[in-house]
Every structure is written in C-alpha cells, then in structure tokens.
C-alpha cells in the first residue's frame, strides 16, 4: 500500500474513531444516556456528531439561576434606548402610540 494513501486515510480515520471513543467514554460519565446512543450519532456523522455531542453535555451544566436572561430581561445599547420597541406576539398593547396616551392620563 502506499504510504501517502495511508497517511491520507489513516490519520482521519483514527481522529474519527478516537472522537467516537471519546464521546462514548464521557456520555458514560456525565450521565448522558445510553452512551452508544451518543458514540453511534458521533461515527454516523463525522465532526458534527461530536460537535453535536458538545452543546447537548453543555446543557447539562445549565443554572437557570445565573442565566442572563432570565425573566425575558436583556440589555438595551444606551444609544438604542429611546427606539420604539416592536410588538411581539402575545403583546395586548396596540401600538406605542396607545402606550404613551394610556400612561398620560
């Protein structure tokens, strides 16, 4: 066989399997299961399926006690601040117009 061929098919396929045990190995541990669950997503879809793997064990270290956008909060730019904020759905307000006349009185 020649040597350049397996460099070229070798390396790859060993970072695959070995991304494949990894992902089999810390499913186990972090309670993520069952593991061959996670291990046949990561070979079935080579780098995505580990990247796949990554952000769901990610979610399981999730504290809704410090996220930052909790309670639908989040940070407006102060040169943003005086903008007319849009309706979303669920918005009872008929528009921003109804919103200034409603506070006035």
Do not use: Q
């Amino acid at each position: 066989m020649d040597p350049l061929l397996a460099v070229l098919v070798g390396i790859p396929l060993l970072w695959h399997l070995g991304l494949t045990a990894v992902a089999y190995y810390d499913a186990g541990r972090v309670g993520l299961e069952p593991p061959e669950k996670w291990a046949a997503i990561t070979f079935c879809l080579p780098l995505i399926g580990f990247f796949i793997y990554l952000f769901e064990r990610s979610e399981l270290s999730y504290d809704p006690e410090n996220d930052p956008y909790r309670g639908n909060n989040f940070n407006v730019h102060p040169s943003r601040a005086d903008d007319t904020p849009l309706p979303s759905r669920g918005d009872d307000r008929l528009s921003p117009e109804n919103d200034e006349e409603t506070s006035d009185e």
